[in-house]
């Protein structure tokens, strides 16, 4: 089974700080997304990447960074926190071929509060 | 910018019961994928239809596409307490491969036993 884990399931941060979210998968998919889920808004792509050291943004890059430096981890960036970033962040994977081309696979969240 | 637009946001059914969900999208697409959450959880892939394709089906899972009308409805037959959860559409624009989706904004189905 892929699996596609999330550093931490919940994360309380203060004004200002930087926070690192770290995603891994252990299946070799060349793609990985980071998506942001509020009430009423749905999913909202922040930032993905199609291969190690590449990065597109998303619908809503603004106030966040990432980092693909190995296949399996991409690393999302707040690099100083604000209270409209609290959130649950999604991270996904997808292969570019094979049985599961097309389908993104999910980690379980993290629940970021910023205060 | 929001491609999928589900319909309706909110539905309530008795167990047995069959669960029809609606998205429309605004512009072509490779193929439109089906996923489920569960509260506080990641998403879950339920199914994925091609453009090219009308109707697919996986056990009590029915989707429909009408490229002509650009909307999708997923329907869920006799339907179980566990099927309570959140649905979104996805749609794939086919950007450089890399599967990039674009998700509507979900519909919370309850099932009641």
């Known amino acids: 089974d892929v699996k596609v884990t999330q550093s931490s399931r919940y994360l309380v941060k203060r004004t200002g700080e930087k926070v690192f979210l770290e995603c891994v998968q252990d299946?070799?998919?060349?793609?990985m997304f980071w998506y942001r889920q509020d009430p009423g808004l749905g999913l909202r792509l922040i930032y993905f990447?199609?291969?190690?050291?590449?990065?597109e943004k998303g619908d809503i890059p603004e106030g966040y960074s990432v980092s693909r430096e190995k296949k399996e981890r991409f690393s999302l960036i707040l690099e100083s926190a604000s209270t409209n970033q609290t959130s649950m962040y999604l991270c996904?994977?997808?292969?570019?071929?094979?049985?599961?081309?097309?389908?993104?696979?999910f980690g379980p969240g993290t629940r970021l509060t910023v205060l | 910018s929001q491609q999928g637009e589900e319909d309706p946001q909110a539905l309530s059914i008795q167990e047995g019961e069959n669960a029809t969900m609606n998205c429309s999208y605004k512009?072509?697409?490779?193929?439109l994928q089906w996923y489920r959450q569960n509260s506080g959880r990641g998403l879950v892939h339920l199914i994925l239809?091609?453009?090219?394709?009308r109707e697919k089906h996986s056990g009590r899972l029915r989707v429909t596409l009408d490229t002509s009308k650009k909307s999708s409805s997923l329907l869920i037959t006799a339907s179980r307490a566990a099927d309570t959860a959140s649905y979104f559409c996805?749609?794939?624009?086919?950007?450089?491969?890399?599967?990039?989706?674009?998700f509507g904004t979900g519909t919370r189905l309850q099932v009641f036993p």
């Open positions: 996904a994977s997808s292969p570019n071929r094979g049985r599961w081309k097309n389908e993104q696979f």
């Open positions: 299946m070799d998919h060349e793609n």
């Open positions: 990447s199609y291969d190690v050291k590449m990065k």
């Open positions: 512009t072509s697409i490779n193929n």
């Open positions: 239809i091609r453009s090219n394709e």
């Open positions: 996805a749609t794939d624009l086919g950007w450089r491969n890399t599967d990039k989706l674009i």
